[in-house]
């Protein structure tokens, strides 16, 4: 991931290290002017070293100025690049995927990670600055004394063992830190979902909050603190060795060379200059490395995003922009998925929908905890226009599973899905997907209807709004909604005028009618399925309301994950 983000911003890199360069190097020259001053005997001497350190301290400010600005950019520029790169690979990442991960780790590789890859660009500067300085120093050293040079390489060479050993040793305690964040992110998320139970019950929020939360906030601070210190010490160490070599160097290598005066100068001067870079080096690097570690995190994540991704016409599309798989890319950042318009075409909804099947469709869940399969299917059915079939069965029976299995969310593990007598593949699958609309009960209302406002849009969203008694609370202006702060069973109603709206051939409420009032829930029933029959819809609708199951046009119980009966209660 840094890797790529660096070989991306190359060119910025480029111009903001060399602007730091010269930011570093006309320092070092006003040092000398100002030297110089001090000793300057005549005025006209002094005229010129004027305009020199005036000269000097424009190009120094000038360049400073570029340097900082480009690396905030390049800063910023890796947050925006590495926010889109994760959210495309959301997006793109097959449902089930995203559910087996779990939003908190999403959260976290969003915010945390990301951010302490970013600020990989913020210590970048410094340690090539003080890279170029250090060796610089180096080169010089080498050309004062070879002997010297040599002892300086045996001393960086056991300094880089030492901060190897800490290094692994570090490493192992940000891992576990970064893993511990992702946990605590489900905890932050339990703040604000829990809020309610918590402060209904002040002993589950005190152990919530020491506990749990305190706990995990507790290991991420031990783990990181640990992890930092040990660099810490290491850069200690580090430093150590510089002044050991200084000694070394000063009372014992150059004991009694010819010139002694001017070498034993020399190396001063060079030892003098060349510390702080060099401790300015060990302290950046650490900040480098936890960009590191997240890096990993984020790409950890992303590969497991990958795994199975949307269909084969988003991959193919992203494979024209760049790699995809294995090594990380942003490449598809910029359009994280395709437009319907540019997908292929089989199992479209260009054609109009003329019934679909499942052929022993199979989906299975594995708990891990619990060492546990909950197994759906083999399950046959075919689903025609005009048809209201009632999905009903116990709580756990596997209502909900079947509806993702059907509206294309899950993939069937063996058995096949023909939409319109074609076979639904992964290439084909998201295009399938456009052939529903569905409301479960965990359902997301967006502030906007994501349809591209136009008035009539919005004349087509009020008059449903008044249709299903919601006028007074809320409406459509500029393709968004007034207000989504509405009671569950308002919410649900919105929800439901999305779906109008959409107005796709097959409908699936799931549990839809629940958090109606009865006269709605009448409604709901009674007049909106059967016109939504009657405009030729395929709707699922899964329900407990026995009082309503006459209605049905098909009734598919289901027990355990399997189909225990289809009847035909309306006698159609
Ligand atoms: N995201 C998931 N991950 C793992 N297992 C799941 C998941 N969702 C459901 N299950 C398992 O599948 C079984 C069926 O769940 P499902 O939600 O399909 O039932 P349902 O018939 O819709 O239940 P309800 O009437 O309570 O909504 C559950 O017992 C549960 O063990």
Known sequence: MLTYLIQQSRNLMIGAAVASVLSGICSVLLLTQITAALTAASPAERAVLAWRFAGFAVVAMVSQMVASVLFERLNQRAHADMRRFISGRV???????????????????????????????????????????????????????????????VVIGLGSVGYHLAHLRAIRHLDVASKEQDKLFDHFRSLMDGAKELRLHAGKRRR??????????????????F????FLVSTAWGNFLIYAFIG??????????????????????????????????????????????????????????????????????????GPRRGTPSLASTGLPYPAPADLPHPASTELP??????????HTYYHEGLDDLFKLGPIALTFAPGEITYLVGGNGSGKTSLAKLLVGLYQPESGEILCNGDLVTDANRDRYRQNFSAIFSDFHLFDQLLEGASADRDAQGNALLTKLNLHHKVQVINGAFTTRALSQGQRKRLALVVAYLEDRPFLVFDEWAADQDP??????????????????????????????FHLADRLVRMENGQVIAVESPSGS
Request: with cysteine; glycine share 6%; net charge negative.
């Open 248 to 321: 070394l160097v000063l009372f014992v290598l150059v004991g009694d060379v010819p010139e002694r005066g001017r070498v034993m100068t020399g190396f001063a001067l060079v030892f003098v200059y060349m510390v702080a870079p060099l401790e300015n080096l060990l302290m950046a690097l650490p900040r480098a490395n936890m960009a590191r570690v997240s890096g990993a995190r984020i790409d950890e994540i992303t590969q497991q995003l990958d795994r199975t991704t949307l269909d084969d016409a988003s991959r193919d599309l992203a494979s024209s922009t």
């Open 227 to 230: 992890g930092m210190s040990v």
């Open 208 to 225: 919530f909050a020491d506990t749990v939360l305190g706990g995990s906030i507790e290991t991420v601070r031990r783990e990181r603190a």
């Open 91 to 153: 997006i793109d990442a097959e449902y089930r995927r995203l559910e087996e991960i779990g939003g908190p780790r999403v959260q976290s590789a969003l915010s945390e990670h990301s951010t302490q890859v970013a600020e990989f660009f913020v210590s970048f500067p410094t340690i090539l600055v003080n890279a170029i300085i250090v060796t610089g120093c180096l080169v010089y050293m080498a050309l004062l004394s070879w002997y010297v040079f040599l002892a300086a390489v």
């Open 519 to 548: 006269v709605f829930k009448d409604v709901f029933y009674r007049e909106l399925l059967p016109e939504l029959r009657a405009r030729g819809k395929a709707v699922l609708v899964i329900s407990h309301d026995d009082r309503y």
């Open 353 to 362: 929908f003329a019934g679909l099947a499942l052929r022993d469709v199979c």
